[in-house]
């Protein structure tokens, strides 16, 4: 099973990114995903989830600014980030409920002027 996070970088205020989870070893399809966060000195949150129906959630932190986003064709998920804030600096990690325990390598997302 490996979940890669890709697409993080360093973004201004206000700014965009799209991160993208691709997967393998396990069916995407029937799984349910997120994304977390973890900034230094603070415990790894959740920021968006997908059930395998693509019914998605956010903490209030995040929602109306973060789109979580599934292709089952691709075994990728992604995650729109909007309207970023400093606050919102972090590695970002993807997930799954079927192996909860495996979390691949993040990805960097730094939001600075």
């Known amino acids: 099973v490996q979940l890669q996070a890709s697409g993080g970088g360093l973004v201004q205020p206000g700014g965009s990114l799209r991160l993208s989870c691709t997967t393998s070893?396990?069916?995407?399809?029937?799984?349910?995903m997120g994304w977390y966060r973890q900034a230094p000195g603070n415990q790894r949150e959740s920021v968006a989830r997908?059930?395998?129906?693509?019914?998605?959630s956010y903490p209030n932190s995040v929602k109306g600014r973060f789109t979580i986003s599934r292709d089952s064709a691709k075994n990728t998920m992604y995650l729109q980030m909007n309207s970023l804030k400093p606050e919102d600096t972090a590695v970002y990690y993807c997930?799954?409920?079927?192996?909860?325990?495996?979390w691949g390598q993040g990805t960097q997302v730094t939001v600075s002027s």
């Open positions: 997930n799954t409920d079927a192996f909860p325990s495996i």
């Open positions: 070893g396990f069916i995407f399809s029937s799984a349910a």
């Open positions: 997908i059930t395998r129906v693509g019914i998605t």
